[in-house]
């Protein structure tokens, strides 16, 4: 075992503390000793993306970030820009076997993280800040898997094979895509051709201050005799089965009353629903030859209280202000909501209210019939809408909520050599706001077009 | 197996060339300039005929952080709010004095005019005044929390009446009454006012209001002209403002400068004119 090997597994057995329970046998060896039995691999990828946007709207990932309005600055010139920040590096570390209890863990980072307020372009280019993606152990029984860290969402089956391939970093508008602390519980039934997966999950709850986790549970059905081409964004395509998973949320919220200094708390419940579908029209060879596989994958998603499973959305939605009845009070009213912008907010009645969401996605993937496959093109269309975000906010503040967004894209993608990709994509974004303008019936509208080319290194 | 160097070559110019036609692509236009500019003697009154506005938006001003400190010692910054659901309004309320300002969205250019004096005959100088007129109606859901909270029990009847009476007493100077008409003295010319103001029960012991808005944005300065372009001098001293313009006989196009917005109406992007007799 060379030393960098060495190394790893040191780091994996301090990141996961593991060990045996207080007085059970047989002691496994301690991790790091030449003939341990613990196996790890450290992975990732460098990855550059280089894109143009017609609107300075976007940063790097676009997600379901506000378009700038029609007649802006920012709607009107476009942005150029170049990141590494998608690259990843992660560990995968799985303990020796302790009788029937196999365990494993996982860390991974990206360089999303929070910049400091005061970071300059330059900086936040060259110079991003590491974002945790994934951190969990996972212990797997006779009876149950139990997973505890960070990880996917339970809730839209999130790291199962449903994500859409797309060269735009995930989540693609309107995919559910998110990750938290939580515990999962899950049982997989059935055998190697059918097999299906329950699993419930408590998760952090959205707000802290509700006291109660969020709770997640979702089912998996997957026929693995009908298995079709797959990759998950940007990533290497694999063979994954015919599947279709169910799941939904539930959540409390409560929320500070709208005043100055808040009595009680208002309580209201959000909740959603997802349902995601993986399914090969025209399954993969094998895994060296994806030729002329066709696969769909798709989500339909619903529910109230839960734009923060979808990746930087808020449909611009803020809590309204405080009435000042005297315009001027010294010092001037504030409330100070207990909870992220987006999710709930007060109504014209002080009524606490969660913000409703739907949406539909659907992607089509096909390897094209040469070279075994390893030039292939994905499309994608979203379609996101709320009932309410318009009607949960002040009349003079209206268009600065999107209503609706429509969202497509196409791509093509390539294997340079085994370890290289490379992706070029077109992403139209389109989003309508929540005025009426010049009297009439026409919502405005605002569209972003991005151009953009990535090459990926895995190791 | 992977691909041939030749087919990665080219995977890779592909990649290259795509980004460069995504660089030639142009963000939407809704106000395109829809002529070339070619000069010409602005002077003399100019009608408004057809104009063309994007759809500009801005939160409200906070009227809570008005000439206040928005951040307090030791406490962190506030979150970013929208707008009051009672629009300020104080119904009821003894010694009203807090300005109207019932939402609307973006206004129509309904017409206006524009006058242009010379300093002297070939002079490439001189003053002008402009009134932009606009309009559009505008509503508001007034809860019943909005209707009780100062103490006051209305109908939509008296909602109405109230709402109307604040209307008419707003001046933009005190003892100056104004009818909103583009003929009035500029002080008249320069605010918001409200007509039409009708308030039907909701269903839920709250008002829905609708009323017109109309803007009368009057302005005088100082105009220049250098080649194709009118650069128009506010007497306010805010910034110049330029447009360029091409004089046809009696008409006249104005399009902002490097899509800026003409005499600094936001959003206004164009106008076309026609000379008055």
Redesign the interface.
């Known amino acids: 075992m060379n030393k960098a090997r060495l190394l790893t597994l040191a780091c994996a057995a301090a990141l996961l503390g593991a060990g045996p329970a207080r007085g059970q046998a047989p002691t496994p060896p301690a991790p790091g000793a030449a003939d341990s039995g613990w196996r790890s691999s450290l992975y990732g990828f460098a990855e550059l993306d280089?894109?143009?946007d017609?609107?300075q709207s976007y940063g790097p990932a676009s997600n379901n970030a506000m378009l700038a309005?029609?007649?802006?600055y920012a709607?009107?010139?476009?942005r150029?820009q170049f990141t590494v920040d998608n690259s990843q590096l992660g560990l995968r570390v799985a303990a020796p076997d302790y009788g029937r209890l196999r365990t494993s863990g996982q860390v991974e980072v990206d360089f999303f993280g929070v910049q400091p307020t005061d970071a300059t372009e330059q900086t936040a280019f060259t110079t991003p800040s590491i974002r945790l993606r994934l951190f969990y152990v996972k212990l797997e029984t006779p009876v149950v898997d139990v997973l505890a860290g960070q990880y996917h969402e339970l809730f839209g089956w999130g790291g199962a094979g449903f994500y859409m391939n797309s060269v735009a970093f995930l989540g693609v508008a309107g995919e559910i895509y998110h990750r938290n602390p939580q515990v999962r519980v899950s049982r997989t039934l059935g055998g190697p051709r059918v097999r299906l997966d329950l699993a419930v999950a408590a998760v952090r709850p959205v707000q802290r201050d509700s006291e109660v986790p969020d709770i997640e549970g979702g089912i998996r059905l997957l026929w693995n005799g009908w298995r079709g081409a797959s990759a998950q964004g940007f990533a290497a395509p694999d063979l994954l089965p015919l599947a279709i998973g169910v799941s939904g949320v539930w959540r409390r919220f409560a929320v500070a009353e709208f005043l100055t200094n808040p009595g009680d708390a208002k309580v209201a419940y959000g909740w959603g629903l997802a349902g995601n579908v993986f399914l090969p029209i025209v399954p993969a060879r094998s895994a060296?030859n994806k030729g002329n596989a066709l696969s769909v994958t798709a989500e339909a998603s619903m529910g109230t209280g839960i734009s923060d499973l979808y990746t930087g959305l808020t449909g611009g939605?803020?809590?309204?202000?405080?009435?000042?009845?005297s315009?001027?009070?010294?010092?001037?009213?504030?409330?100070?909501?207990n909870i992220d912008?987006g999710i709930v907010t007060y109504?014209?009645?002080?009524n606490l209210q969660t913000i409703d969401w739907r949406a539909v996605v659907v992607g089509l993937s096909y390897y094209l019939p040469i070279?075994?496959g390893?030039?292939w093109l994905s499309a994608t269309y979203s379609l996101l809408r709320s009932a309410n975000i318009s009607s949960l906010?002040?009349?003079?503040?209206?268009?600065?909520v999107f209503i609706q967004q429509d969202y497509v894209d196409g791509n093509?993608f390539?294997?340079?050599?085994?370890a290289v990709q490379?992706g070029?994509s077109?992403q139209m974004t389109h989003q309508t706001?929540g005025?009426?303008?010049?009297?009439g019936q026409n919502h405005?509208e605002?569209?972003n077009?991005?151009?953009?080319?990535a090459?990926r290194f895995f190791f | 197996m992977s691909l041939r160097p030749s087919a990665a070559v080219a995977f890779s110019l592909l990649s290259s060339l795509a980004l460069l036609v995504g660089a030639g692509c142009r963000p939407d236009t809704s106000c395109p300039e829809d002529g070339a500019p070619c000069g010409g003697d602005p002077s003399g009154s100019w009608t408004v005929v057809d104009a063309c506005r994007d759809p500009f938006f801005a939160q409200p001003t906070p009227p809570t952080y008005q000439s206040q400190p928005v951040e307090l010692a030791r406490q962190p910054s506030p979150v970013m709010t929208s707008s009051d659901w009672c629009a300020a309004i104080l119904l009821g309320g003894a010694g009203s004095t807090a300005p109207l300002t019932l939402p609307h969205d973006t206004l129509g250019v309904a017409g206006g005019t524009l006058s242009y004096t010379s300093d002297g005959a070939g002079q490439l100088t001189g003053s002008y005044q402009a009134v932009i007129d606009t309009t559009g109606p505008g509503s508001i859901d007034l809860s019943a929390a909005c209707l009780t909270r100062l103490g006051a029990s209305l109908t939509c009847d008296l909602v109405a009446a109230a709402l109307g009476d604040l209307a008419a007493v707003m001046l933009p100077k005190p003892g100056q009454p104004c009818s909103d008409s583009p003929a009035e003295p500029i002080a008249c010319q320069y605010y918001f006012s409200y007509s039409d103001i009708q308030c039907t029960d909701d269903g839920h012991a709250g008002c829905h209001c609708t009323y017109t808005v109309s803007f009368a944005g009057s302005l005088n300065g100082r105009w220049a002209i250098d080649g194709n372009v009118l650069s128009h001098a506010d007497a306010s001293k805010k910034l110049p403002t330029q447009a360029d313009y091409c004089i046809n006989g009696d008409q006249m196009a104005l399009w902002g400068h490097d899509r800026t917005s003409i005499l600094d109406q936001p959003g206004i992007r164009t106008l076309q004119l026609r000379r008055t007799p």
């Open positions: 280089g894109m143009h017609t609107t309005r029609p007649g802006t709607a009107a010139h476009a150029s060296g939605a803020l809590f309204p202000l405080l009435p000042d009845p315009g001027g009070l010294v010092p001037p009213p504030l409330y100070r909501p912008s109504d014209a009645n002080g070279q075994d390893r030039v906010t002040p009349e003079a503040s209206r268009g600065g093509l390539g294997t340079v050599t085994p490379v070029l077109y706001f005025d009426l303008p010049f009297g405005p605002s569209r077009h991005r151009a953009e080319a090459v």
